[in-house]
Nanobody
């Protein structure tokens, strides 16, 4: 089983940067290698939306709204996925959730971390 644990959220001014981390706790290394990892976000009153996806095969996908500003990456040794966010805008304010999907074990969600972009 996998339990995603997010960290790194906080308050940042417009134009600033943050890096979110998602530790795939409880997973063994071989399981982590087989995971598709994604970051979603949900702003107040809005539906949860996909921000960035990194497949087990290394393919990345980004929402149009974050292309060129956000980068998803992973460290297999640390069983951790990162979301590096640059040039943050007030509209990036949301709770960011980490999602891990394994073809054999299913889908797992973290509890979320709040990102607030405000002056």
């Amino acid at each position: 089983q996998v339990q995603p644990v997010e960290s790194g959220g906080g308050l940042v001014q417009p134009g600033g940067s943050l890096r979110l981390s998602c530790l795939a706790s409880r997973s063994i290394t071989s399981t982590f290698w087989g995971l598709d990892m994604a970051w979603y976000r949900q702003a107040p009153g809005k539906q949860r939306e996909l921000v960035a996806l990194l497949t087990a095969g290394g393919v990345t996908t980004y929402a149009d709204s974050v292309k060129g500003r956000f980068t998803i990456s992973k460290d297999n040794a640390k069983k951790t996925v990162y979301l590096q966010m640059f040039s943050l805008k007030p509209e990036d304010t949301a709770v960011y959730f980490c999602n891990a999907v394994h073809s054999s074990y299913g889908s797992f969600w973290g509890q979320g971390t709040q990102v607030t972009v405000s002056s």
